[in-house]
């Protein structure tokens, strides 16, 4: 082209003018083949990005699942751990409320539930002996009675 225009140089006007419409055509056709290759090509270029991205979405996907999992794994180790920790500072503390409250309760005079049961199990001993007593009828407890009647006679008189 750059050849046509040095050749033309002392043409006439209408040459120039041929020349310069026979350019621009070129120009323009030059243009849509361009165009029509980048059609034809941005779809194999496209196709080709499409298939590039599901397989980094696959790669990406299954490193995110592995790393969901492993943080997973970790946060349920912690999650644990905080609720050992927190289990036993509320058993520290209700055996500290315990204590305390024992502890007034006994500076009061209040008796403890041991100390119920060991009276408990003293009754019934004592009962029990009451009843053997009382059921053998024993000689002496026949006299001392007999011995409370005659007196109680002798005082009426």
């Not at 006994?106 to 053997?132: F, Q, S, Y």
């Amino acid at each position: 082209m750059v050849k046509k225009l040095r050749s033309i140089a002392g043409a006439s006007d209408k040459q120039l003018a041929d020349v310069v419409r026979d350019s621009a055509q070129q120009i323009w056709l030059a243009g849509l083949g361009a165009f029509g290759k980048a059609q034809e090509e941005g779809v194999k270029v496209f196709d080709a990005l499409v298939r590039e991205g599901k397989t980094l979405e696959g790669r990406t996907r299954r490193m995110a699942e592995a790393r969901v999992s492993v943080v997973g794994e970790k946060v349920g180790k912690a999650a644990t751990r905080a609720t050992q920790k927190a289990n036993a500072t509320w058993d520290r503390l209700e055996q500290v409320f315990e204590d305390r409250v024992a502890r007034a309760l006994n500076r009061l005079g209040v008796p403890t539930n041991k100390d119920i049961h060991a009276l408990a199990k003293r009754v019934e001993e004592l009962n029990e002996t009451v009843r053997r007593l009382s059921a053998a009828g024993s000689p002496r407890a026949t006299k001392a009675a007999a011995k409370k009647r005659v007196a109680a006679k002798r005082a009426v008189k």
